[in-house]
């Protein structure tokens, strides 16, 4: 049986190389290929600074924490994303107020959130309030979900108008942009990923991208204890003494065997998205002509695409369902079969509001947020990565074919 995975790493024989270099220096702590690895990914973005992490949860901390998100305050997120982005914001003592998300982008509701802040909070001393709890609004963490950025400018414009902070939750969409513009670029913080599911991997890690230069600075310090000389500049001067620690930090560093596994992989990352866009391209195509039940994912004119991942929609009018939990059903019971074929498949993401603790902490019902439901319900991850050949597209799109005309 014929076995296709949803997604692979992208290796050659640099990787190792490189990794072996860090293995033979006995450098093997964040030291100078972490330095190298922030430099390349900032200036691939067109960013100033890079500030690498253990993972992109750990950069959404370390940048909410860096730009004062604290108890007593609220911060808006999609319903829709990687629980990660919520909790990132849990445990800086602040609390998500979720917001739904469009259903053809996956990307956060616009008109959505302007209600939400229309009708959730007060303005009071040039500070939003919220009604019910006394919070102070201090934010919004937008998603580019999948390699497509969101709204950015819309998003932008509703923070500048309430004097709001935004960080841009990236972790799927390196190399995203806007007419040109990549993300991160906008005038936010951002935090991308290299978990071996987006397009170039360190195994975990994260980065969080800014143009601040004194604002990165502080960041570096918070990610080692709040100190504030880094391991390699000690190195090259007092390395006898300890620095001064002037703020209470966290252990967020990457190793250098990372650095240097996301140096060889940064030099990869144009040839990677092209593969990738090459196979959505090559979907979209197919799902055209033989998958009418299918939502093929958009891309918006001036929008650049990275396809992290490939997710597509189910029709529930296309099959014959009259209900978000009947189509659920029948994904679950699609990828299922799928699997047994020997083809991985996953849902998109997940509904936050539909997690346990989220829906007990808050009392949430499915319908609180209807687009982000029905995206939990029926989105498809289709198999994307370098070395998937048009011939192997073609064989998931007709095995899929072929698996719904059986049910």
Not at 292 to 310: A, L, N, R
């Amino acid at each position: 049986m014929k076995k296709i995975p949803v997604t692979k790493p992208y290796f050659t024989e640099e990787e190792i190389e490189l990794i072996k270099d860090s293995l033979d220096s006995g450098w093997v702590a964040q030291g100078p290929k972490v330095a190298e690895f922030e430099k390349m990914i900032a200036a691939h973005e067109g960013i100033a600074q890079g500030v690498a992490t253990t993972s992109a949860t750990t950069a959404l901390h370390l940048a909410m924490v860096a730009h004062g998100l604290t108890t007593g305050m609220d911060a808006i997120v999609p319903a829709f994303t990687f629980v990660a982005t919520e909790n990132a914001v849990v445990t800086t003592g602040a609390t998500p107020i979720l917001v739904d998300i469009y259903q053809e982008t996956f990307n956060i509701n616009i008109e959505d959130l302007k209600n939400i802040i229309a009708t959730k909070y007060d303005k009071k001393d040039g500070k939003l309030i919220n009604k019910e709890t006394g919070n102070v609004l201090w934010g919004i963490v937008p998603v580019h979900e999948f390699g497509l950025c969101c709204d950015i400018y819309a998003v932008n414009a509703i923070a500048k108008e309430h004097n709001l902070v935004v960080i841009e939750d990236a972790a799927c969409a390196l190399g995203a942009s806007i007419n040109g513009v990549h993300q991160g670029a906008f005038g936010n913080s951002s935090c991308v990923s290299f978990h071996p599911r987006k397009s170039i991997t360190t195994g975990e890690g994260g980065m969080i991208l800014t143009d601040d230069v004194a604002l990165a600075k502080r960041m570096r310090e918070l990610r080692t204890h709040g100190s504030t000389v880094s391991a390699d500049a000690r190195d090259k001067g007092k390395g006898f003494l300890l620095p001064e620690h002037n703020e209470a930090g966290f252990n967020y560093r990457m190793t250098d065997v990372q650095g240097a596994m996301g140096i060889a992989q940064a030099k990869k990352l144009d040839l990677i998205v092209k593969a990738k866009r090459d196979g959505a391209a090559i979907y979209n195509k197919l799902i055209a002509e033989k998958l009418p039940e299918f939502i093929t994912p958009v891309e918006p004119e001036g929008y650049f695409h990275t396809y992290q991942s490939y997710v597509c929609m189910l029709s529930l009018e296309k099959l014959g369902l009259d209900s978000i939990k009947a189509g659920g059903e029948f994904r679950n019971n699609l990828l299922q079969k799928l699997e047994d074929k020997g083809i991985a498949t996953r849902q998109g993401t997940h509904a936050v509001h539909m997690l346990g603790y989220y829906k007990n902490r808050f009392g949430f019902v499915p319908e609180d947020f209807v687009n982000a439901y029905a995206c939990d319900h029926l989105s498809i991850t289709l198999p994307l990565y370098v070395g998937l050949t048009a011939e192997d597209q073609e064989y998931v799109i007709d095995t899929i074919r072929a698996t719904i005309d059986e049910m």
